[in-house]
T-cell receptor
Framework: AQSVAQPEDQVNVAEGNPLTVKCTYS??????LFWYVQYPNRGLQFLLK??????LVKGSYGFEAEFNKSQTSFHLKKPSALVSDSALYFC??????????FGTGTSLTVIP | DGGITQSPKYLFRKEGQNVTLSCEQN?????MYWYRQDPGQGLRLIYY???????QKGDIAEGYSVSREKKESFPLTVTSAQKNPTAFYLC????????????FGPGTRLLVL
């Protein structure tokens, strides 16, 4: 069965510092991996996805993610955090049956 | 504007009442989804539909019902059988290909009076 794990419920980082939000996955077959961001009382917004090719994927708002097949990980990163990056982040995997499986979310707080 | 709309933004349900949440999209997506979001639990799939007049139960379908009579619309009814309906409900849609992402509506918050 497909599954996604986000091991950290909460990540705190100082403004200007690099940030990482962790995600590991378990899928059968090729993984299609996604990151979304959610601001309070809003829907999820797509940030980036990995389908195939280069292991480093670049997305919206300066975010990027690194796909590591051997570690089955897809960590979200940003070189320099902004206060406005504070939000809830979800990792997801899509299977060939068109279902999406989401992690439990990681709350990111960027401290001024 | 293209996108997914959900209405109402807030919905109040009385004991024993059925309520219906609306979801409409003009993105020409074939697949549509309903999720429930509770604090600390992420998103849980209620129902999904890959084509008009067809839908499948997700992980927590009990107490909910859906219909898919039009490609653009996928309403969710929260029935009186759902004993703990207070949550944030998110609708999403996508193209059927596995490489495609989902697009989400703004959500409906359901509260019990």
């Amino acid at each position: 069965a497909q599954s996604v794990a986000q091991p950290e419920d909460q990540v705190n980082v100082a403004e200007g510092n690099p940030l990482t939000v962790k995600c590991t996955y378990s899928v059968s077959g090729n993984p299609y991996l996604f990151w979304y961001v959610q601001y309070p009382n809003r829907g999820l917004q797509f940030l980036l996805k990995y389908i195939t090719g280069d292991n480093l994927v670049k997305g919206s708002y300066g975010f990027e993610a690194e796909f590591n097949k051997s570690q089955t990980s897809f960590h979200l990163k940003k070189p320099s955090a902004l206060v406005s990056d504070s939000a809830l982040y979800f990792c997801a995997v899509r299977d060939i049956g068109n279902q999406f499986y989401f992690g439990t979310g990681t709350s990111l707080t960027v401290i001024p | 504007d293209g996108g997914i709309t959900q209405s109402p933004k807030y919905l109040f349900r009385k004991e024993g009442q059925n309520v219906t949440l609306s979801c409409e999209q003009n993105l020409n997506h074939d697949a549509m989804y309903w999720y429930r979001q509770d604090p600390g639990q992420g998103l849980r799939l209620i129902y999904y539909s890959q084509i008009v007049n067809d839908f499948q139960k997700g992980d927590i379908a009990e107490g909910y019902s859906v219909s898919r009579e039009k490609k653009e619309s996928f309403p969710l009814t929260v029935t009186s059988a759902q004993k703990n309906p207070t949550a944030f409900y998110l609708c999403a849609s996508s193209f059927p290909q596995s490489r495609e992402t989902q697009y989400f509506g703004p959500g409906t918050r359901l509260l019990v009076l």
